[in-house]
């Protein structure tokens, strides 16, 4: 009767141990840095915005000397040619902001460059990490430097050394495990 009994407790948690599903989570900041085509992308576009930044800060500054020259000018100036320097101020403005939002806007060109350098390295990252959860048989991989908050992780489900060696990339350091 115990060998039965304890047949039937083996059997079922053999049984219930193959239904248990296999959790890991990715450090994605962690994987993109030790990506050298990332690290090019992102010095292309710190080099990118540094010089749309300045484009923008001589034109503002050449804004602002219009104002003070304005200022300045105001008391000697007639009625209309004030009115003709006011509006070339705003129009000035104006434009330094369309550009500014150009530049830097929700869908601007840096939004848009971000896309065509940035992009294509997330798919290959994601990619990896779909190919290798699948050959692996997890269930669920989380990434916890994204907007998923992760309270507890244990180290040892940390796989984004393997995401790395997955794609053929070398680490600088090795995460501790």
Same mark, same amino acid.
């Given at each position: 009767m115990k060998k039965i009994l304890f047949l039937i407790l083996l059997l079922t948690a053999t049984s219930v141990s193959s239904f248990a599903q296999k959790f890991a989570y990715v450090d994605s900041e962690y994987i993109m840095q030790n990506i050298p085509e990332y690290n090019d992308a992102?010095?292309?576009? !710190?080099?990118l915005s540094a010089a749309w930044q300045q484009e923008l800060e001589a034109k503002f500054k050449s804004i602002d000397k219009m104002y003070k020259d304005y200022q300045a000018e105001s008391v000697l100036l007639p009625d209309e040619m004030k009115r003709k320097r006011e509006d070339a101020i705003v129009a000035a403005e104006k434009e330094a902001k369309d550009l500014q939002k150009k530049r830097f806007g929700k869908d601007g060109d840096m939004f848009k460059k971000r896309q065509e350098l940035i992009k294509p390295?997330? !798919?290959k990252v994601f990619n990896a990490i779909s190919q290798f959860a699948t050959s692996k048989n997890y269930a669920m991989i989380f990434d916890k430097s994204g907007s998923v908050t992760v309270m507890f992780a244990d180290p040892k489900y940390d796989i984004s050394d393997n995401i790395l060696e997955e794609m053929g990339y070398s680490f600088n350091t090795k995460k501790n495990k």
């Open positions: 992102q010095a292309q576009l !710190d080099e390295i997330q !798919d």
